[in-house]
């Protein structure tokens, strides 16, 4: 089930009276070996980014700035998940079609991910990602 695979991860919050601070590293917060960050930012009003599923690439998304939402879709089920706390890291797995929409004024999404950047990863077709999937799912 999407729910048992897209999750919420609560990241540490150190609240102080100078600014609070929130982190990850690594084993602790990250269920993977980081191995590349980039950041969506500037994005004008009513557009969309992503659109797309990964074949063998988990990444954890983060609303450092603003918010959006992240539209996660297994093919069967899909949820659309808010980002609008810099705290909250949103993880997914690979395979899994991700599309992000709804920014807010000066939102700035940071990803983390697994792999180094390879467009060999994308599949940028949903009826190719169905079918992938479905054949997935019959193993
Ligand atoms: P892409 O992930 O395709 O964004 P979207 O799905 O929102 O269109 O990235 C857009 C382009 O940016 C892509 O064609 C190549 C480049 N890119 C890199 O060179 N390195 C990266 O790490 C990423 C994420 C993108």
Known sequence: MLQDEVKIISLPKILDDRGNLSFFQNDDH?????????????????EHRGGHAYRDLQEVIVA??????VVVDDGKEKKVITLNRSY?????????WRRMENFSTNSLAFIVCDKQYD???YIRDYDTYRNLKADEDDI
């Not at 269920?31 to 980039?38: L, S, T």
């Not at 450092?64 to 939402?69: A, E, I, M, P, T």
């Not at 909250?88 to 899994?96: G, Q, S, T, V």
């Open 30 to 46: 990250i269920p993977f070996v980081i191995q590349r960050a980039y950041w969506i930012y500037d994005v004008p009003g009513g």
């Open 88 to 96: 909250n890291a949103l993880y997914i797995p690979k395979m899994i």
């Open 119 to 121: 467009e060999g990863q």
């Open 64 to 69: 450092l700035s603003g918010s959006f939402d």
